[in-house]
């Protein structure tokens, strides 16, 4: 309303004192435009921040299915143009059902919101990311690092989950998880499933095979 005001008011003035009403003029102008220019940027901003939100999910904290999805195709395209290779880590909290069902969901969520922080503190480099597959199950983007590399970002997120000696029902009496490894160098094809087929295969392996361990799957190369 100020800028709007002051142009009225101008138009009063200029009749009599033309410099001073064509400065006050110009202030109004100059700051209408401002006010604009201001809004919009924080219209901008809100839209980013709400971008943002959608691609995090609301009980753990850290990027959802969603924020997955997408940077797993950039990166897969990326690492198809560059040679690079990628590797692709799924990962469940072993015997999730009973422990909910014997401690109830909050505890569930407890533990949920525990493993998300101590996977997402076992990887440092900006380009990995670790995110929430849905459920109790988590997924770790690892691009541009070897098969060794990867193995060893894999067990070392196992034992440190082991570690955190969060308490559970079962033979181990903890929290454990299984990891399944993908691994894919070269990358010919045009979608990255063959990946996420190899690493949910290996999971499925390291669940078979008695939990609370890592499984490297078939390395394609």
Known sequence: MMPVTLLVVSGFVIPTHFTLGMSGAALAIVGYGLRSTLLQVRAYEARDHFKD???VDALTGIP?????DESLFQEWRRSKRSGDSLALLLIDIDNFKLLNDTYGHQKGDDYLRAVAQALSD???RASDLVARYGGEEFS??????SFDGA????EHM???????AL?????IGHVTISVGLGFVDNISQEDPSELITMADNALYRAKDFGKNQV???DKHG
Do not use: D, H, Y
Request: proline letters at 8%; hydrophobic letters at 40%; a positive charge.
């Open 151 to 154: 193995l060893g970002v894999a």
């Open 53 to 55: 939100l959608a691609r």
């Open 167 to 171: 308490s559970a029902p079962g033979p």
């Open 140 to 145: 770790v983007l690892l691009p541009s690092m």
């Open 64 to 68: 959802n299915r969603r924020k997955f």
């Open 122 to 124: 076992c990887v440092s």
């Open 215 to 217: 499984n490297g799957g």
């Open 158 to 164: 196992r034992k440190t989950v082991e570690s955190m």
